[in-house]
């Protein structure tokens, strides 16, 4: 059965840090390139990070760019994400999803709010 189990989202201060995290189970976690993505209310769903399978090549959206880190640990089935300098915009729901790359489907976790408010 697969899983993505996403954890660490909270309140932080505006200039606050944070890091979440998505545990994966079921599949070959290897195999995925893996994303966040976050959903504030009222908005669509937006990238914020990618890692390749063997973490060669990232991307960042511009708007966290400089202030977070997406890094996987395959051999724990982990992917992280850090986030530095947060900011109010930054308040939404993180999102964990794997992405087979060559075919077939991707899977995403639950969720996980991180709110950043004085």
């Known amino acids: 059965q697969v899983q993505l189990v996403e954890s660490g989202g909270g309140l932080v201060q505006p200039g606050g840090s944070l890091r979440v995290s998505c545990e994966a189970s079921g599949f070959t976690f290897s195999n995925f390139r893996m994303k966040w993505y976050r959903q504030a209310p009222g908005q669509e769903r937006e990238l914020v990070a990618s890692?390749?399978?063997?973490?060669?090549?990232?991307y960042y959206a511009p708007f966290v760019e400089g202030r977070f880190t997406i890094y996987r640990d395959n051999a724990k089935n982990m992917v992280y994400l850090e986030m530095n300098g947060l900011k109010p915009e930054d308040t939404a729901v993180y999102y964990c999803?794997?992405?087979?790359?060559?075919?077939?489907?991707?899977?995403w976790g639950q969720g996980t709010q991180v709110t950043v408010s004085s």
């Open positions: 890692i390749t399978r063997a973490g060669g090549n990232i």
């Open positions: 999803n794997a992405d087979p790359v060559v075919g077939g489907p991707d899977y």
